[in-house]
């Protein structure tokens, strides 16, 4: 079983920048391909990123696109999320999750079978 501890959340304000680190510990991480979701309150989980296991290939929202950058540390067993740009929409709890598949399937949430707790982001205006 793996657990994963996100960090880096925080209060900044639009146009500033956050970058948000994925630990996990109990399995390594380089099998496998990794994603970061958000969910705002009253609304549901929704996908921003997603990176391979070897890194060479990642996916974005296209809400994100262009702003958000994922990346990994497999030595780590850390995954990153470089978000830029940021506005009052980017406002959520922020979760690293672990696909099931060596092979990345997809954002949809049912492709991931282990959570963190989450790092709440606050953008303000």
């Known amino acids: 079983q793996v657990q994963l501890v996100e960090s880096g959340g925080g209060l900044v304000q639009a146009g500033g920048s956050l970058r948000l680190s994925c630990a996990a510990s109990?399995?390594?991480?380089?099998?496998?391909?990794m994603g970061w979701f958000r969910q705002a309150p009253g609304k549901q989980r929704d996908f921003v990123a997603a990176?391979?296991?070897?890194?060479?290939?990642?996916y974005y929202a296209d809400s994100v696109k262009g702003r958000f950058t994922i990346s990994r540390d497999n030595a780590k067993n850390t995954v990153y999320l470089e978000m830029n740009s940021l506005n009052s929409e980017d406002t959520a709890v922020y979760y690293c999750a672990k696909h099931r598949s060596s092979f990345y399937r997809g954002s949809d949430p049912a492709n991931f079978d282990s959570w963190g707790q989450g790092t709440q982001v606050t953008v303000s205006s």
């Open positions: 109990g399995r390594t991480l380089s099998s496998y391909a």
């Open positions: 990176i391979t296991r070897t890194g060479g290939s990642s």
